[in-house]
């Protein structure tokens, strides 16, 4: 059963009880878009823990509300470590975090182009959001900063990846994280930037449990479909994932959606990887 099969079996399943969408999100705590999202088959692999609540909140088995024959495709929560604190998965920023940031590509491009470093600056925020939504490609995000700055032509992300350079210290938590969590990137970014930097050693090159890239989402950070996103992608409940960002408002953000959450410094990146680690502290066996 695909993720449309799915969606219309619970579908089928709730209105077969009697309940609305928002009656069954308010009973069983799930987000009403969450819940829309794997009716309309938009969720590709929802987490098993939001399966068995629905299930519970209908008064059903797992095995009744899907078939026994849909339950071994659902992706496993894998046996890796957990917290002393109780985290089972560990979502990362990219910028920010595992790169420092690419203002020194704002003033390269100002210099190539003799352009004035604060249009540059202006136009790029101004179509930022859209390009990492989705909702603008980077040709045409291209295109906008290139008439901005009266040229024929910009390639933004050559200048993003020649200019950013990888945090270290970060690069080796995410690396030591890998070997005892699930480990994700849950970043904002424009499309196709995170191949890039994984193939350019940017950003490490692990097994990465989940990627939520926001150009893929259509949503960005603080929004909540992301955080919901992420969740169903994670395989478990809010409180077991940990978030380490740079930024402020996506750290309340996603404490309010009862995750944990850790603030990364990139002025003290060696302070902060020893936080993170000592935050992830488990028993040994």
């Not at 209908?58 to 929560?77: N, W, Y």
């Amino acid at each position: 059963m695909d993720e449309v099969g799915l969606g219309k079996t619970l579908q089928a399943a709730r209105q077969k009880a009697g309940l609305t969408q928002q009656e069954l999100c308010h009973q069983a705590d799930l987000s009403y878009s969450t819940l829309a999202k794997i009716e309309r088959g938009a969720i590709k692999a929802p987490s098993i823990f939001t399966i068995q609540s629905i299930a519970d909140t209908l008064g059903m088995s797992l095995d009744q509300l899907l078939g026994r024959q849909l339950a071994p495709t659902l992706p496993p929560v894998l046996a890796k470590k957990v917290s002393k604190s109780g985290v089972r998965f560990v979502y990362f920023d990219v910028n920010g975090c595992l790169v420092r940031f690419f203002h020194r590509a704002f003033t390269r491009l100002a210099e190539e182009t003799h352009a004035q470093p604060d249009i540059i600056e202006s136009t790029f925020w101004h179509y930022n959001d859209a390009v990492c939504r989705g909702e603008l490609s980077l040709e045409q995000f291209n295109q906008h900063l290139a008439d901005a700055l009266h040229v024929e032509r910009v390639d933004w992300m050559k200048y993003y990846m020649e200019e950013v350079d990888p945090i270290e210290e970060m690069h080796e938590l995410l690396s030591w994280a890998t070997e005892h969590y699930h480990v994700g990137l849950l970043t904002n970014i424009m499309p196709g930037f995170i191949e890039e930097m994984i193939r350019r050693e940017l950003i490490p090159n692990v097994t990465y449990a989940a990627i939520v890239d926001s150009s893929q989402v259509g949503a960005i950070k603080p929004e909540e479909a992301m955080f919901d996103e992420a969740v169903n992608r994670s395989n478990c409940q809010p409180d077991e994932i940990l978030l380490v960002d740079d930024s402020r408002s996506n750290i309340m953000a996603a404490e309010k959606h009862g995750w944990r959450v850790l603030w990364f410094d990139d002025y003290r990146p060696h302070e902060s990887a020893e936080r993170i680690k000592a935050a992830l502290a488990f028993e040994e066996d």
